[in-house]
């Protein structure tokens, strides 16, 4: 079980730096099961730390989706160790046959910063969390949240399945993050069918 995580956390394992699973798989780490297939695996690190990576990830294939177009588009370009700012946020990793999607991450001293929204944060205490064999994963409230976003009904499933068993608390982040009002009404919905 979570055989694509623990790989992840071996390639991981000397980085030195934060790291953590995001998406689809953090949600089934916090819910401690495999709820579906996953097409692929997303890491989560800080955008302060993407040298380190870089340096980390040597002799690897890099690249990352500029996101920069005024029409949406998204263009796989060559990481040729530039700095990348925001908007760009997704960077690719050709490891040994196996390709790792990099989520980069904002930060203050005291918060994560959402990258489609600089107004919405978390504090940073309980923000990555880990399994019993020490996996790491970003908190499910923060993970649904970017599902939330043009939600397909994979991100449906993992949303009714981790409200579940995610706090009060969380809920309540989650739902006050979200934009949209057509999802937030959405996931009120779902938060109300998940309490039945």
């Not at 790989?7 to 000397?14: A, D």
């Not at 409230?141 to 993992?158: F, N, P, S, W």
Request: aromatic share 12%.
């Amino acid at each position: 079980m979570f055989e694509p995580c623990i790989q992840v956390k071996n390639i991981m394992n000397k980085f030195g730096y934060p790291w953590f699973i995001v998406g689809g798989w953090a949600i089934d780490l916090f819910l401690d099961k495999e709820t579906r297939t996953h097409e692929h695996i997303e890491i989560g690190i800080y955008r302060e730390q993407q040298m380190q990576l870089f340096r980390y990830l040597g002799k690897y294939k890099k690249y990352y989706n500029d996101n920069r177009s005024r029409i949406g588009k998204y263009e796989k370009k060559e990481w040729k160790k530039e700095y990348l700012r925001l908007p760009i946020r997704e960077l690719n990793i050709e490891y040994e046959g196996f390709e790792i999607e990099i989520l980069l991450n904002d930060k203050d001293d005291a918060e994560w910063i959402y990258g489609r929204n600089c107004k919405i944060k978390h504090e940073m205490n309980n923000l990555v969390r880990y399994t019993d064999s020490r996996v790491p994963y970003l908190c499910p409230e923060i993970v649904l949240l970017c599902k939330t976003e043009g939600m397909r009904k994979k991100d449906k499933d993992d949303i009714s399945n981790a409200l579940e068993k995610m706090s009060e608390s969380e809920k309540k982040w989650f739902i006050d993050s979200i934009e949209d009002k057509t999802a937030k009404d959405e996931i009120k919905s779902l938060v109300r069918a998940s309490s039945l």
